[in-house]
């Protein structure tokens, strides 16, 4: 199967502008240690649950959460796709639960 120029063009346009609206979307300052924790309280994970799921020891977790570190958005981002990944699974048991 052969692809032309012009449409190979266009889905980097379409990917170029995908990235750049993304970047739109991402929060410009990093995530604060009080916004950090909002957001484990929200989503349901605990300080050792969320160091978990990512990969990083809880005393590290716990210095972001105290402020002694600056929270990475590496982290961020890993948590957000953490949660995104438990609604998912929520949702699809409750899919599964109703037929």
């Given at each position: 199967?052969?692809?032309?120029?012009?449409?190979?063009?266009?889905?980097?346009?379409?990917?170029?502008?995908?990235?750049?609206?993304?970047?739109?979307?991402?929060?410009?300052?990093?995530?604060?240690?009080?916004?950090?924790?909002?957001?484990?309280?929200?989503?349901?994970?605990?300080?050792?649950?969320?160091?978990?799921?990512?990969?990083?020891?809880?005393?590290?977790?716990?210095?972001?959460?105290?402020?002694?570190?600056?929270?990475?958005?590496?982290?961020?981002?890993a948590l957000r796709w953490?949660?995104?990944?438990?609604?998912?699974?929520?949702?699809?048991?409750?899919?599964?639960?109703?037929?």
């Amino acid at each position: 199967m052969s692809v032309s120029f012009a449409r190979m063009r266009r889905s980097a346009t379409n990917l170029t502008e995908v990235l750049t609206t993304y970047r739109l979307l991402m929060p410009i300052m990093d995530m604060t240690p009080k916004q950090l924790q909002s957001f484990l309280d929200h989503v349901g994970l605990s300080q050792r649950g969320a160091a978990r799921e990512i990969g990083i020891h809880e005393r590290t977790m716990r210095a972001y959460i105290a402020g002694d570190l600056p929270v990475p958005r590496t982290v961020e981002y890993a948590l957000r796709w953490v949660a995104s990944q438990q609604g998912s699974k929520h949702a699809a048991a409750r899919a599964a639960k109703h037929k």
